[in-house]
C-alpha cells in the first residue's frame, strides 16, 4: 500500500528549488544537526540519520515516480539540472 499523498498542481522550479530538489526535508535535517552541537545529546544526532534514510526511500520510490508521472520530461530535465540533496550552488 503506497501512502497517499497530494497530487501536485503546479511545477515550481524557483527559489530555493533552483539548489536543491527537497530544501524542507534538508532543512529539518540540518535543525536537528544543529541542536546536536548545540546541545550535546548523542540521540539528536541519531534521529537525524535515521529520517535521512527513511525520507530518501520515501523519495526515490514514492514521490520522485510520482512527480515523473505527473510532469515527465520537465521533472526528468529538473533531475538532470539539480541536485536531489547537496545544494548547487
Known sequence: MTPVIEQPKKFIVGGLYKYCRNPMYLAE???FIGLFFVLGYILLLT???IAFIIIH???TNVEE???FKVFGGKYSNYTKNVPRWL???
Do not use: R, S, T
Request: proline letters at 20%; charged letters at 15%; zero cysteines.
Open 29 to 31: 535535517i540540518g535543525i
Open 47 to 49: 534521529f537525524p540519520i
Open 57 to 59: 526511500i520515501f523519495i
Open 65 to 67: 515516480p510520482e512527480l
Open 87 to 89: 545544494p548547487k550552488m
